[in-house]
């Protein structure tokens, strides 16, 4: 097989660079797991679980990885008591009978809704300034959640989102559903499993429902890697996977002595762009992730004999942990634009490792992660006839601080980068400031600012609103 090993054709670095910020920049904000139906059932506060919503403290934590179920929950936490699915003595006539089970004794739903003011400012390809002032996208998207328990080993999560458009259209997408089963043998909390639509735990504490702030960290996710100039566009422009937010398949994780997690999943890969299919070949992706954690909390909500501190956002902890992300793309054809004779690519197989880090010092946390990726690309003219290979790598990472005035206020920082494969394409740099007020529990204030500090004429300052019930 022929190799490709000239210097692929320069594009206009600077001006490719800004394009795909401006496009990073005006990515519509994705979901966030704030659960409102949680609160009823246990007669709660949102802050119990959530620092700012949507972003989790260490109870929230220990509650999402325990099965959306409360550490060492107990008959008298549960204040809507569920409904029984058969008597409990069914349990030990079972083969002979079916296994008992519960639902909630009301439609477990919740609503999240989100109103935006949105202000932009990119350069466009004629080398002018475009602008966007006071854009009103009231509402901009709404989230329908369901989710609880089944019984005492069954838990369940759904979301669809609404999301609006301009022409008064409206994008409907299911984001979540999954069901799992929660240490259904051996220790507690040291097997669960989750089948369905899922984001995986393996970008547990940087996927966007996890964080403050209102943009994704769209150089680990929206970042395209496959590309004649090792990647220089988005996932939404011709395919590709940095990390996937979303994932359909089947995870296994656990809690081992109370301090260390471990991840496991086998999930469907790059789609079908033919779309006649949920997986655009036969192969299968595979994930997983190490994570322990000193201090704080336990992640599965043990505090050693200590009690918790009264202000339940502080965990004094440092959690680490190591991932990596194996796929397979041979088959699928990825178009490709302007790159001369090259017409398509194919991934035959990539691969993405790295390491997170998360510090918890009283009000404040910092957390960041370093993505390294490589890709084997097979490079086909128009007529599907082999160019050659070439095995292009990047990486990227990013570093973020919370810190929480008053209960009720959070300020965040974050820095970003993409350093792409094609050195003649320089790295993307974004900035990213939030100031986030609870004007209720339940109701969130927004003031965001976004900037490329490669091209400082692509930015935006958005005012957001979000209310959830």
């Not at 210097?7 to 990515?27: D, E, I, T, W």
């Not at 070439?390 to 820095?415: E, K, T, V």
Request: charged residues 20%.
């Amino acid at each position: 097989m022929p190799s490709i090993h000239t210097h692929p054709p320069r594009l206009g670095s600077v001006a490719l660079a800004c394009a795909v910020l401006v496009a990073l920049l005006a990515l519509p904000a994705t979901r966030a797991e704030a659960i409102p139906a949680f609160a009823r059932k246990y007669k709660t506060s949102c802050q119990t679980c959530h620092i700012v919503f949507p972003k989790l403290n260490a109870f929230g934590e220990a509650f999402r990885l325990n099965g959306y179920r409360m550490p060492n929950e107990t008959e008298d936490l549960v204040k809507e008591i569920p409904v029984p699915m058969g008597a409990p003595a069914y349990k030990r006539l079972w083969p002979k009978a079916v296994w008992p089970g519960a639902i909630s004794p009301a439609v477990p739903l919740a609503v999240n809704v989100k109103m935006a003011d949105v202000n932009t400012s990119g350069v466009n390809d004629a080398g002018g300034v475009d602008s966007v002032k006071n854009d009103f996208q009231f509402p901009q998207e709404l989230n329908i959640f369901g989710a609880g328990t089944l019984g005492d080993h069954v838990s369940y999560f759904t979301e669809t989102t609404f999301g609006a458009n301009p022409d008064g259209s409206v994008d409907v997408e299911l984001e979540h559903a999954h069901i799992a089963f929660d240490s259904p043998f051996g220790p507690e909390n040291l097997f669960h499993f989750r089948i369905g639509r899922i984001a995986p735990n393996v970008v547990d504490g940087f996927q966007e429902m996890w964080i403050m702030t209102d943009a994704g960290i769209d150089s680990l996710f929206a970042y395209n890697p496959i590309g004649a100039h090792g990647g220089t566009g988005l996932t939404d422009m011709g395919g590709g996977i940095s990390l996937p937010m979303m994932a359909t398949g089947i995870e296994a994780y656990g809690i081992v002595h109370h301090r260390a997690l471990y991840v496991a999943g086998i999930v469907n890969g790059m789609g079908d762009p033919a779309g006649a299919r949920f997986d655009g070949n036969n192969a299968k992706d595979v994930y997983a992730r190490l994570d322990y954690k000193f201090g704080g909390m336990g992640l599965d909500g043990d505090m050693g004999g200590k009690n918790p501190p009264a202000e339940n956002w502080r965990d004094d902890s440092l959690r680490v942990g190591v991932f990596a992300y194996r796929g397979d793309g041979s088959g699928i054809n990825v178009d490709q634009m302007d790159m001369g004779d090259v017409a398509s690519i194919q991934d035959q197989h990539f691969l993405r490792t790295g390491f997170y880090a998360s510090a918890f010092v009283r009000d404040l946390n910092v957390f960041g992660a370093y993505l390294h990726g490589t890709d084997t690309l097979q490079l086909f003219d128009a007529d599907a006839n082999l160019l050659g290979s070439i095995g292009p790598s990047y990486h990227a990472w990013f570093l973020q601080g919370d810190y929480l005035f008053y209960p009720w206020l959070d300020g965040a920082f974050r820095y970003e980068t993409v350093t792409p494969a094609d050195p003649s394409v320089v790295s993307l740099r974004t900035a990213v400031f939030n100031l986030s007020a609870l004007i209720r529990a339940n109701v969130k204030g927004m003031l965001e600012y976004q900037r490329d500090l490669r091209e400082g004429r692509n930015h935006s300052l958005n005012a957001v609103v979000r209310f959830a019930f």
